[in-house]
T-cell receptor
Framework: GAGVSQTPSNKVTEKGKYVELRCDPISGHTALYWYRQSLGQGPEFLIYFQGTGAADDSGLPNDRFFAVRPEGSVSTLKIQRTERGDSAVYLC?????????????FGPGTRLTVL | AQKVTQAQTEISVVEKEDVTLDCVYETRDTTYYLFWYKQPPSGELVFLIRRNSFDEQNEISGRYSWNFQKSTSSFNFTITASQVVDSAVYFCALKGSGNTGKLIFGQGTTLQVKP
């Protein structure tokens, strides 16, 4: 079956602009995660959805970052007033449930470049 | 606090050599899971293995083997008879029962296998 998909694959924007990044999880997966990966680093957790609700948003760096998952499937990560420091690869992952033992399946990521 | 440390930033070996990637973790949870992911040059994280805190049996899968030792809080990964296709960044990750299922990643080890 289809894996996790993310669009766009690349996004270049100017400082101060607003961007939206989209994630399509594996069909039927109730848990969805967003991570951010800077060059040479491991992925860092941003937010976790169980169904439609954000169960843990403790990783969002500040209030410029917001994410939604209105129907419990597709999720959108929104970044307002982008800054150069937001440049990174944004990864989305899904798992069948939020249970501890479930591995997470990752998408190819969206590379965000803020000029 | 939970933490994963991969002290080896980069490793370079010649094809057919064996190589071990180290992973040390910190957690106060009694129930937790450890994971290894591979990130090839294409960028997509690929799940390799999951281990729970109550199962210290070592595991072998083809040329891959994993050594989990709770006494030293380590979960090391060995590739036997390495191949050029093994070249990638490898991440060790921790998921503790005290959090909401997010993965805590190490910094990653870049493995280069030369022909």
């Amino acid at each position: 079956g289809a894996g996790v998909s993310q669009t766009p694959s690349n996004k270049v924007t100017e400082k101060g602009k607003y961007v939206e990044l989209r994630c399509d999880p594996i069909s039927g997966h109730t848990a969805l995660y967003w991570y951010r990966q800077s060059l040479g680093q491991g992925p860092e957790f941003l937010i976790y959805f169980q169904g439609t609700g954000a169960a843990d948003d403790s990783g969002l760096p500040n209030d410029r970052f917001f994410a939604v998952r209105p129907e419990g499937s597709v999720s959108t990560l929104k970044i307002q007033r982008t800054e150069r420091g937001d440049s990174a690869v944004y990864l989305c992952a899904s798992s069948p449930t939020g249970q501890l033992y479930n591995e997470q399946f990752f998408g190819p990521g969206t590379r965000l470049t803020v000029l | 606090a939970q933490k994963v440390t991969q002290a080896q930033t980069e490793i370079s070996v010649v094809e057919k050599e064996d190589v071990t990637l180290d992973c040390v973790y910190e957690t106060r949870d009694t129930t937790y899971y450890l994971f290894w992911y591979k990130q090839p040059p294409s960028g997509e994280l690929v799940f390799l293995i999951r281990r729970n805190s109550f199962d210290e049996q070592n595991e072998i899968s083809g040329r891959y083997s994993w050594n989990f030792q709770k006494s030293t809080s380590s979960f090391n990964f060995t590739i036997t008879a390495s191949q050029v296709v093994d070249s990638a960044v490898y991440f060790c990750a921790l998921k503790g029962s005290g959090n909401t299922g997010k993965l805590i990643f190490g910094q990653g080890t870049t493995l280069q296998v030369k022909p």
